[in-house]
């Protein structure tokens, strides 16, 4: 497609925007592909009323009862996403868990402990990612109550970003990913008395339980370039830019064929005195995008705390609420943790985020 413009469009996307004027970004591919800048006379967000079931919605997960293990919130056919809880419990009790549908991404909202997997021990606390390959067992054996926000990938596998202009060692260097240790984890399990001698398979959605006489946990070596590891989003360095917004997908840090998982973290807020800090409205149109708010002052949304979580579907464009924008003068920097799931495949609700739900949501952008 060739690139056009009509009547009085910016010179530059998400500067330089008319006073009394807002800017709406329209683009495909989740900010990859073509692309257009709207400048309207009202904000995208000005709904009077919504009748139907395609509008933004707000949960608070710290309400959501804890079901055994892990409770679904949202699937489709290339991703399952869970809140999960693991409490304390002695190591003879403790199970292995192997998923044969994807590759799990536990991101830790709380807690700490060890986790152990056949390749080795690693450790996590929160803000930790942990990445899960397909078909690898580990047990989680914490600490302290540890809370998870989880995102299965069921039809591919997770890679690292392109870094392109910025280079190998941009977002994250590949010396902070945090690696199994297998001596380790044998000194654990010998300290602990060989425990977890029974796996649960998780096979097209349905639990199968293997026992064994003696710990899974047998490997006395291994080499390769598959296998279970950390990051944590204090060793990620989110790309910046001083003089104009960069776009959600500026912060990606997991790709899979059909979503991405992106990570929001503090940073110094653009200082060109024409430049939007906040987040752009925008219609994200090729994909549903879930939001999971991990800690800190969530400066784009009002009455936020941290275990909640928003859904804004494809099909309607979003942004900043009001007083978002009007409370962003004085200030120099963010200090928000969240975590962004973008799908490409819409995604289902499960009926337990009902009871959870914030039902006058949509009604907040007319604050």
Known sequence: ????????????????????????????????GPVSHLIRKNPSTRWTKIEGPLKPRMYDLVKCPEAEGRQRLFYNSCLNIYLQWVDVQPADKLKGFRSADG?????CHKGKGEIFTEYGLLNYEPGQYIVIPKCIVHAIYPKEKSNFF?????????????????GRHAIYDENAIGKPDLAALDKRIQELGFPVKEIEVKHAEEITTYFYDETVFDVVGWKGDLFPFTLHTDHMMPLM??????????????????????????????????????????????YDEVLFYHAGDFFSRDNLHAGMLSLHPMGFPHGPHPKAVKGIAGKTDTNEYAVMVDSRIPLIREKALDSVELKDYWKSWKA
Not at 103 to 107: A, E, K, N, T
Not at 257 to 266: A, E, G, Q
């Open 103 to 107: 590759d799990l991404l536990y991101f």
């Open 241 to 286: 830019s001083h003089r104009a917004h960069l776009p959600p997908s500026a912060h990606t840090t997991f790709v899979a064929r059909d979503f991405v998982i992106c990570t929001f973290l503090p940073r110094p807020l653009e200082q060109d005195a024409d430049a939007l800090k906040v987040p752009f409205y925008h219609q994200n149109i090729d």
């Open 1 to 32: 497609m060739h690139h056009y413009t009509q009547g009085k469009p910016t010179r530059q996307g998400h500067k330089g925007i008319p006073e009394g004027q807002f800017e709406e970004e329209q683009g495909l591919k989740g900010f990859f």
């Open 150 to 166: 989880v995102t299965e990938n069921l039809n591919s596998h997770y890679e690292e970003p392109e870094r392109g202009l910025v």
